[in-house]
Structures are given as structure tokens and as C-alpha cells.
């Protein structure tokens, strides 16, 4: 009989990351008469890109960070949105700042993503912090590889010396997924659309980072008995981008959808924002 997967609990890993978030908030509030600040920046009406930043807006103030929220019609240009997160970027009560991916089509994200002060970069996005991540070096990691990394880590899975295949690479997810995995000293593939006989490497994994955007990609059957599987996808339904019921059945540890990466990411986020707090006072003196 096979033995069932163990399950990479994302909603309790960031639990902890928000009672220790909540703690530092106050004790740097505290000391500084005020709490960390993130500004968040939509662009546009998309319905989920809105949910998504009225999500991270109300854990800030469960933990006790202040948000400012900067949102901006659908027609802004990428000059008026460079113009408007490089005003960030200098104003001195901003700890952090997040731009809500995706922008419209006709905004140039990363022109958008570089106006973000790396000491500011809470999210993880910009070209600094991405050099970062790849030299194992210290900087703001991207939030969800970020937080598959921790929900790795607190469950004692030590991806070092594992074949790790990444499926996709995004800026976003499975570029930095594949960096902070190979600084961790996996051996790391990393498959895209173009990437022939992907069932077979899959199979040949240790562990496995689906990032794809298509419900249930990643089958069941091709899944090395007794890999780790991790999916990061969501997709309405509760369906990842992995076949969950069939992984189940082979892998070691799977993280669940919902509730294995996507709690991680916000999570991730808020813990940053106080991390560059702490540092943005600490050179303001
Ligand atoms: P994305 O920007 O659309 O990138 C998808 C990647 O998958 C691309 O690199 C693409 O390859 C690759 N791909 C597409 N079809 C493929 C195929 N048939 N075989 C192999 N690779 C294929 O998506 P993303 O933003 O990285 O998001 C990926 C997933 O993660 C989505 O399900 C999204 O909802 C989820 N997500 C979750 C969180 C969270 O907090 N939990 C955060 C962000 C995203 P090319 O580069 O060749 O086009």
C-alpha cells in the first residue's frame, strides 16, 4: 500500500511568520513612534489583482503595519508609473513597496519593477534583488520562491544535493525559484514551453516546483516515488497546477492547494517590510 504524502502546511508555516512579524512590528514601533509602512500600487480594475492587494493591506494591519495604498487608472502610462514608484522610492516614510503583477499590457513592468529602491524591494522583484537571490548573498527575496524555500525549511526537507525540476520561469516564480534552489546547492532543471519530454524529467526529480499556470500539468504518474512536490499553482476550484489526488499517491511531502505555497507569499511579504524597516532606520541615523 502506498503511504500517503505528507502534507508542506502553508497556512500554519505562515501563521508563524505572522505572530513573529507581529512581535518585531511592535517592538519597532515601539522604538521608532512608528509602524513600518508599505505602499502598495495597483494599476488598474483587474478583479484579482484588487483582491490580492486588499489581502496584503488587511494582514498588514493584522500584524501591525501601516499600508498606504497608491491606485492608479488602467491608462496610466509607464512614464507616469515610473514617475510615481520612483516618488516612493524616495520618500522617507516608505519602508517598502509592492506593484501588483501583472500591469497592462502597454506598461513596461520592468521598467516599472527597476524604479523600485532595492532597499525597498519588499517583494523581491527588481534586477538587485534577483542577483541576490542567484549569489545566495543577503536581499529581499521574490515572496512566493521565497516562501516555498521556508515551508521547505520548517518541515526539515534540505534541498541540497536533490535534482530539483522547476516547471516554468517566470520572473516572478520559477526564475527565482530555480536560483534560491540551486544557492541551496540542488542540482536544478528548469523546464518551460519549449522544453521537450517534460514527463520525463519530471520523473527524474528529487523535487518538484510546479510553476506553469495549467490546471493539473503535472500528472500524478509522473512523479518519482517518494519526491517532494510542490505546486504553486491556483487556479478557481482549488485545482493546482500539479494532479494532487494523483501525486498524492507517490510523493514524500505535497504542499495542498489551497493552503501550501499561496499563504506563504503574503506572509513572506509582511516579514520583509519590517526586515526593511529595521534597515531603513538604521541608516536614517
Ligand atoms: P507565467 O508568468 O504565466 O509563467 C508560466 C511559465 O510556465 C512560463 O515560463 C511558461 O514557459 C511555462 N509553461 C507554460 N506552458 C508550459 C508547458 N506546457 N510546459 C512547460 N512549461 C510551460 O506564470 P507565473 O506568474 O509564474 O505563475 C505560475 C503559477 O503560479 C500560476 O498557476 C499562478 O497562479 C501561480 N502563482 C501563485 C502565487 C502564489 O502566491 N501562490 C504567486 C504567483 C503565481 P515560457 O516561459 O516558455 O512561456
Same mark, same amino acid.
Given at each position: 500500500m502506498p503511504v500517503p504524502a505528507r502534507t508542506l502546511d502553508g497556512t500554519a508555516a505562515a501563521d508563524a511568520i505572522y505572530d513573529s512579524t507581529a512581535v518585531a512590528a511592535l517592538e519597532f514601533t515601539e522604538q521608532h513612534g512608528r509602524a513600518p509602512l508599505l505602499a502598495t500600487v495597483l494599476v488598474g480594475?483587474? #478583479? &484579482? &489583482?484588487? *483582491?490580492?492587494? %486588499?489581502?496584503? %493591506?488587511s494582514r498588514c494591519r493584522r500584524v501591525g503595519i501601516d499600508s498606504r495604498a497608491v491606485e492608479l487608472p488602467a491608462s496610466t502610462t509607464t512614464a507616469e508609473l515610473v514617475a510615481r514608484i520612483t516618488e516612493l522610492s524616495q520618500d522617507p516614510a516608505v519602508d517598502g513597496i509592492l506593484l501588483q503583477h501583472p500591469v497592462p499590457s502597454h506598461v513596461d513592468e520592468r521598467a516599472a519593477f527597476e524604479a523600485i529602491a532595492p532597499a525597498k524591494d519588499v517583494d523581491g522583484v527588481t534586477m538587485a534583488s534577483y542577483a541576490a537571490m542567484a549569489f545566495g548573498e543577503p536581499g529581499f527575496h521574490s515572496c512566493t520562491p521565497g516562501g516555498i524555500l521556508r515551508l521547505l525549511d520548517v518541515n526539515g526537507v534540505d534541498p541540497a544535493g536533490m535534482h530539483a525540476v522547476v516547471v516554468g520561469r517566470s520572473p516572478i516564480l520559477g526564475k527565482p525559484v530555480s536560483a534560491l534552489l540551486l544557492a541551496r546547492d540542488a542540482t536544478v532543471t528548469t523546464c518551460h514551453s519549449r522544453t521537450k519530454d517534460l514527463a520525463d524529467h519530471v520523473a527524474r526529480a528529487d523535487l518538484v516546483v510546479a510553476a506553469v499556470g495549467k490546471p493539473e500539468l503535472v500528472r500524478g504518474e509522473w512523479i518519482k516515488p517518494g519526491a517532494v512536490v510542490v505546486d504553486a499553482g491556483y487556479h478557481p476550484g482549488g485545482i493546482g497546477d500539479v494532479d494532487q489526488a494523483g501525486a498524492a499517491? %507517490?510523493? &514524500?511531502?505535497? *504542499? #495542498?492547494v489551497p493552503g501550501g505555497v499561496g499563504p506563504m507569499t503574503i506572509a513572506l511579504l509582511l516579514e520583509q517590510t519590517v526586515a526593511a524597516a529595521r534597515r531603513h532606520a538604521r541608516a536614517a541615523v
Open positions: 480594475e483587474d #478583479p &484579482s &489583482s484588487q *483582491t490580492y492587494v %486588499r489581502m496584503k %493591506r499517491e %507517490r510523493a &514524500s511531502w505535497l *504542499t #495542498p
